[in-house]
């Protein structure tokens, strides 16, 4: 069983930075797809970044140039920086890997931006 978890969420004012991390408790980032959604009360969950097996980034639009997600494999993490950020960026951000037939998400962690 792996287990993924989101940590570095809270407020910030707009135009302000803040990082997301997700830890696993195994090494499983490597060489797999890696992906952070976010999803509003009421709304669909949506793929805000994500970096596949060759290490190949795609971003939202809304966040393009904005936003970049990486991995640290050693680390067994995965993190989003977001700067410039937005009012509309507020939502509960979750981190996901793909391993073969696997699914793995974390809890979620909460990005309010709000002056």
């Known amino acids: 069983q792996v287990q993924l978890v989101e940590s570095g969420g809270g407020l910030v004012q707009p135009g302000g930075s803040l990082r997301l991390s997700c830890a696993a408790s195994r090494s499983i980032f490597r060489g797999n797809f890696v992906g952070w959604y976010r999803q509003v009360l009421g709304k669909e969950r949506e793929l805000v970044a994500y970096i596949t097996s060759t290490d190949t980034t795609n971003y939202l639009d809304s966040v393009k140039g904005r936003f970049t997600i990486s991995r640290d494999n050693a680390k067994k993490t995965t993190y989003l920086q977001m700067d410039s950020l937005k009012p509309e960026d507020t939502s509960v951000y979750y981190c996901?890997?793909?391993?073969?037939?696997?699914?793995?998400w974390g809890p979620g962690t909460q990005l309010t931006v709000s002056s």
């Open positions: 996901h890997a793909a391993v073969g037939p696997y699914t793995y």
